[in-house]
């Protein structure tokens, strides 16, 4: 008890009090206090004592400064408790992170799926249209390249038949009918304008017998008694035009022999099948 | 803010609901232990604005490292009135704050120099003369010396040219005469 009461008596805990005492002078003091009731009452009373001299001479800061000080630590109360509470709901928020992440993570997985399938049927209906449409047009294309032909054909036929008609329309043409010299049954129209310089033989109404293929009928135009040629032809089963041979202005009689292919320059008399004068 | 607005707690009541980092808390401890507090630090640092800044130091400081304080170690003003010294005296020690008191005025270092000192009396003390009878100059020196102007009994004994046992006798004998009055 008297080792107690010097050690009060040094004077260290007034300067503990007063916080003017080294860190392991403080432990020991805290240290005495908490084996020593003596020490413990001894320090109150320091301090009890201080803290009135203090008040004592307190002086009033001003009133603005209670409103900045407090609002300076109170604008930050909000996010220290936030920062306190955090680890006291770890667990829960880990349980509620883990449910967020097993129901969004599927429903997200799900919609990529959806969206891919859609897109892949999406595709595939549209590649069977594109390729339907594209054969659609194929076959239109051939079609219409069909009607083209046939149109054009048919063009050539009236242009063909006009032409024909204007022959026999046309007054200046002088038809004459070549008759078979050997055998009656044959017979080659002619059609002749000496205006116009022009000699057409009817391919349809021709009465003469399929030439080889080695030989053609050649047309001759008697001028004066001498022979003119005026171009070879071939006599087929379904020719119907009208063929327009080479000009003459001046002719007394026609005659078709059957030449070697190509013509003669020269008819060969015993091959004349027929003959027409004027 | 008039007087009968403060809020005041009893200290178990404060320590309970500032370790809740309740807002009442620092409400109550402002308002019970401020002027006490700023006492203190005016003393130690003579500019108000500067006091006033180191006042809000103390208490952002208070309210940040509460969980540091405990019971056992001492009373809740003596854990803060150290908290506030150790700010105010690190503040009058550090380099800008001897670098401004360079740049003061001639007339004004007069004064300030008295003030540190405390060659002057200061209105507010005059009454702590009267009440705290019995408490001789010498012992009152160095208990402000100690305790407002953050001096340790080291220095102190330097500045008063007194030996270190001298200064220890001096100081708790002050404080014992202290609490006479007080009790």
Known sequence: MEDIKAYIETGILELYVLGDI?????????????????????????????????????????????????????????????????????????????????????????FYKYAFAASLALLI???????????????SNGQLIALQLQNQHFTNRVNLMDKELSVFRDPSFKLLKLQGTKNHDMAVMVAFSPAKKKVMIDMRNMKLPQNDKDHQYQLWALVGGKPVDLGVFDATADSTHMKEMKSIALADAFAVTLEPKGGSVNPTMDQMMVLGKF | ????????????????????????????????????????????????????????????????????????????????????????????RSKDFKNQNKNQEIENNVTFIDEQKSTVYKPELMGVKDLVEGLKPEQKSIIDLVYFKGYTHVEAADELGIPLGTIKTRLRMGIQQLRKHFN
């Open chain 1, 22 to 110: 080294s860190p392991d002078e403080k432990l020991q003091v805290e240290a005495m206090a908490l084996k020593h009731p003596a020490v413990k009452a001894e320090l109150d009373a320091i301090e009890l004592s201080m803290e009135l001299y203090a008040e004592e001479n307190a002086v009033e800061p001003s009133e603005n400064l209670r409103g900045r000080i407090l609002g300076s630590i109170l604008t930050n109360l909000g996010d220290d408790r936030n920062f306190n509470a955090a680890p006291d709901h770890e667990e829960s928020d880990f349980y509620e992170e883990d449910n967020i992440v097993l129901l969004s993570k599927p429903s997200g997985n799900n």
């Open chain 2, 1 to 92: 803010m008039s007087k009968k607005h403060k809020i005041s707690l009893t200290e178990e009541e404060l320590v309970l609901s500032l370790r809740n980092h309740e807002k009442i808390a620092i409400e109550a401890l402002y308002d019970m232990y401020s002027a006490s507090l700023f006492g203190v630090i005016s003393r130690i640092v003579i500019d108000t604005t500067t006091a006033e800044d180191i006042l809000q130091e103390t208490f952002v400081k208070i309210w940040h490292s509460f969980s540091s304080y405990s019971t056992e170690k001492g009373r809740l003003f003596t854990w803060m009135v150290n908290i506030a010294r150790n700010l105010a005296i690190d503040k009058i």
């Open chain 1, 125 to 139: 209906a549209s590649t069977i249209a594109l390729v339907s449409v594209y054969s659609r047009l194929q076959q």
